[in-house]
């Protein structure tokens, strides 16, 4: 870390003049890194909020697309084309370590611990928020990496766009909301079909000359309803169902899935200083492959919670309560099985003039592997016109159900795997530099002899993220630098799919009093994969850019990979070359 350490000591210290005379953009607000709603440069963690603004720039066909090239830390990789399995990595730890939330709801799989990303399109995003480091003092397990959370869509009027690109690729999508009585509703519809492009490359195993399609449906609606002056309820719904075409030793191999989530959530304001939140949900991960190893897999979850904040003072939030949770998942042939987990939570974040400070505890109880307890301790200061803050937090991932019950793999004594990380971070303006380490232990791997899953492993993530976001003019720009490793403490290999250096620039902005141009820049190093593979390093340039013919009528549109790199996400699987699309919209 010496390397490391003398590179953000020489940033702090020499770039403050020219960071202190740089426009500063209004900070969005963000409720993920302590579930209570601030601004961004307020919070005392390392963040990235997403926008609709963002969202509609973009004009990206995924979420995978969305995040990839605007989010320090992360890393991704798919197996081929649109409906693929695509993992996400955050900060060198597992792709099972980072929790997903749509609208406050789990929705990854508890067999495999993984989140469908291709489930929910980026027309029905309304933001994404994207908190790296450990949070398992307030959300309990999986949160060693981090945590990403996307809030569904909330349409005002109507909205309307069509349109397709390379690949064959078709999509629409549709969304009302407005008022209804007191309160308001909201509801997108969405479809995306493509006739893709052949799932490996032809050197890989089981490759078939053939396009792997895909077709996804969706479908994300809301209701706000006030009940009386202090109360509120709030209905959110998400459902997808997909089908996809992928390469396997059978031809034409398929699977078919579903994924969706719900919530309601009653917010009362008790006292001036005493607010509660109650919320009910669940969700479903459902997934059917036809191929010579066929699987169907099903998962639900189901959850209860209840938060209060309560301000002290005008420096000290109190925020506390309790989770319950209940977890079901079945593997046809192999197992059927169920657990809860109860959890206790509190926290307290106190700011002053020069200082602040953050205390987190919480105990989970878990059905099968017992009690287990993560702190956090978090100090911020000003520091010039900026703030440094430095945090230690431990967390934990509980086993999955593979790991605990598919024959001849998982073992019902498998323990959680558990972290502690330290942090050093630094904001101002629209500049952030963390300096992170992580150390995970109990890591679960399979033992080599027996096939059996053990808690054997040891690693260790550190790294240095830069980031700098300044609105120019008209023009917004926004890049993110990357230095990390990811090693097996055993070996001191590095961890699979983790890419050492990462660079990210994004700029959009007018062109004339009608149209929008920008531009995405992207370069990701090396990585070693599966068989002891290196994956090359590659750089992505897309442009977007939009034409605005009134107010209710635009024409958008993209182009993705325009110097047609050839690259790989993962080994012998394939990626698209130069594409383009376009959308007419309308918006009344």
Known sequence: ???????????????????????????????????????????????????????????????????????????????????????????????????????????????????????????????????????????????????????????????????????????????????????????TLDHQQSDGFSTKIPTASNYEADNDAYKKDSVTAGLSLPLGT????????????????????????????????????????????????????????????????????????????????????????????????RDNGENKDNFKEEVNNNALFGQSQWSGEQYDILVGLRSDKHSKYGSHSTGRLTLGSRLGNGRLFASHATAFKAPTFNELYYPFYGDPDTKPEESASSELGYRLGGFQASLFQTKVTNLIQSDPITWLVVNIGKATLEGLELEYNQQVGGWQLNSGLTLQKAEDDATGERLLRRAEKKLFFTANGPVSGHGTIGIEASYTGPRMDYGSVELTSYTLLNLTGEYRFSKQWSLSGRIENLLDEDYMLANGYNTPGASAYANINFKM
């Open 1 to 187: 870390m010496n390397q490391l350490q003398l590179s953000i000591t020489a940033l702090l210290l020499g770039s403050s003049t020219l960071i202190q005379a740089a426009d500063e953009a209004i900070s969005p607000l963000i409720v993920t890194a302590t579930r209570t709603a601030q601004s961004a440069d307020e919070t005392l963690a390392s963040v990235t909020v997403i926008t609709r603004e963002e969202i509609e720039t973009s004009q990206a066909n995924s979420l995978m697309e969305l995040i990839q090239g605007r989010t320090v830390g992360l890393d991704i990789s798919r197996n081929g084309g649109p409906g693929s399995n695509t993992s996400v990595y955050l900060r060198g730890s597992e792709s099972d370590h980072v929790l997903v939330l749509i609208d406050g709801v789990r929705v990854a799989s508890v067999t495999t611990g993984s989140f469908n990303w291709a489930s929910i399109p980026a027309a029905q995003i309304e933001r994404i928020e994207i908190v790296r480091g450990p949070n398992s003092t307030l959300y309990g397990s999986d949160a060693i990496g981090g945590v990403i959370q996307i809030f569904t869509r909330k349409a005002q009027g109507t909205q309307l766009s069509v349109g397709g690109g390379s690949y064959n690729t078709k999509k629409a999508t549709v969304g009302n909301g407005g008022s209804l009585g007191n309160g308001n509703y909201h509801i």
């Open 230 to 325: 202090t109360t509120n309820l709030a209905l959110n719904l998400f459902h997808s169902s997909a089908r996809n075409e992928y390469d396997a030793s059978t031809p034409d191999a398929y699977a078919v899935s579903r994924n969706s989530s719900a919530d309601a959530a009653l917010d009362w304001q008790t006292s001036e200083d005493w607010a509660q939140r109650f919320v009910l949900s669940s969700s479903e991960d459902f997934s059917e492959s036809f191929d010579s190893w066929p699987s169907k897999i099903t998962t639900r979850r189901s959850g209860l919670s209840w938060q209060n904040d309560i301000s002290l003072n005008e420096t000290t939030l109190l925020t506390f309560g309790a989770e319950a949770q």
